[in-house]
Nanobody, 118 residues
Framework: VQLQASGGGLVQAGGSLRLSCIASRRTFSRFLMGWFRQAPGKEREFVMS????????EYADSVKGRFTAFREIAKNTVHLQMDSLKPEDTATYYC????????????WGQGTLVTVSS
């Protein structure tokens, strides 16, 4: 599975952006897709995941209530709607995927940069 992320950009604090991640082929039912991010000088951190089959989601505490993910099944795409953005959300965001039975995020897309100005 190849993943392609898009949608990053520059936005003012309080603004919104939507990231998208397209899978190269239809994913298996027992598959999770997610987003991680890495800010300059910091380690990569988990942002959220979504179960492709059920649509159930999990979010990092830092983005709960501000970020929302949803599937567009016909297009093999997951979107991440990011609202009420803060300067601390500035990072390169990476789309990722894994089998539900595995703890390893085995599939990674290229990063897309999100910059939030204060």
């Amino acid at each position: 599975v190849q993943l392609q992320a898009s949608g990053g950009g520059l936005v003012q604090a309080g603004g919104s952006l939507r990231l998208s991640c397209i899978a190269s082929r239809r994913t298996f039912s027992r598959f999770l897709m997610g987003w991680f991010r890495q800010a300059p000088g910091k380690e990569r951190e988990f942002v959220m995941s979504i179960n492709w089959y059920s649509g159930s989601t999990e979010y990092a505490d830092s983005v709960k209530g501000r970020f929302t993910a949803f599937r567009e099944i016909a297009k093999n795409t997951v979107h991440l709607q990011m609202d009420s953005l803060k300067p601390e959300d500035t990072a390169t965001y990476y789309c990722t995927g894994r089998q539900e039975s595995s703890s390893e995020w085995a599939y990674w897309g290229q990063g897309t940069l999100v910059t939030v100005s204060s």
